[in-house]
């Protein structure tokens, strides 16, 4: 991939990446600050991940076999750090601070984030 298409991903990633946090911390004011930081990198590195998988499968798409052997193999090595390996990290980690068997949001209209320090203790 170009640098300047990971340029363009990147400057998207930053937006996303606030325009998160500033969701995130109206909906759920008394939040660990950290918890929700970390809840805007991990859904926007989602976002990420999510872009360079479908780049991934467009050029995979492309490809001849046998003729593109050695492209194959690579672009299959990328999906597979990519999605298996930085997709699946940040997942963990939201699965820490979201619980999953409870409504996103309380009583009280709030987003329900895990308490203080939930990711430390992971």
Sequence with gaps: MSSAKMAKILKEYLVINRALHRLLRSASPRANKRDISW??????GLWEVT???????????????????EKIEELLTEIQVNLLSQGID??????????VSEAPFSDTGMLRIIGN??????
């Design 39 to 44: 809840s805007c990198v991990d859904l926007a």
């Design 51 to 69: 872009t360079l998988h479908r780049q991934h499968i467009r050029s995979l798409i492309k490809c001849s076999y046998p003729r593109d052997r």
């Design 90 to 99: 940040h997942i963990e980690t939201l699965k820490k601070v979201y619980p």
């Design 117 to 122: 320090n939930a990711l430390e203790k992971a």
